[in-house]
Nanobody, 119 residues
Framework: QVTFVESGGGLVQAGGSLRLRCEVS????????VDWYRQIPGSQREWVAG???????EFVDSVKGRFAIFRDNAKETADLQMNDLEPVDTAVYYC?????????????WGPGTQVAVAS
């Protein structure tokens, strides 16, 4: 069974930092791209960042230069380092594997982790 578990969220002041962690099970981790998404109530889930099996990071324009992404194949985890946080980053953050044709691989999302940035 494929599962994703997100952790590391919290409440921070604008300009602060958080490091989110995605734990993946049920997949051959070193072969997958891991994506991070975020969602605010009433809106669709938004793709934020991804890290390929080769370790290349990809980011939505609004977080470039502020966020970084890392993976540890031995631990089967992917971390999203978020720096210089802004109130607009407030959302529930989720991770998923990337389908070969793009988009999320699994319809079974993890619980997410809440990030709240106070101005």
């Amino acid at each position: 069974q494929v599962t994703f578990v997100e952790s590391g969220g919290g409440l921070v002041q604008a300009g602060g930092s958080l490091r989110l962690r995605c734990e993946v099970s049920g997949l051959i981790f070193n072969l997958i791209t891991v994506d991070w998404y975020r969602q605010i109530p009433g809106s669709q889930r938004e793709w934020v960042a991804g890290i390929t099996d080769g370790g290349s990071g990809e980011f939505v324009d609004s977080v470039k230069g502020r966020f970084a992404i890392f993976r540890d194949n031995a631990k089967e985890t992917a971390d999203l380092q978020m720096n210089d946080l802004e109130p607009v980053d407030t959302a529930v953050y989720y991770c998923n594997a990337r389908h070969p044709r793009g988009g999320p691989l699994s319809n079974l999302w993890g619980p997410g982790t809440q990030v709240a940035v106070a101005s």
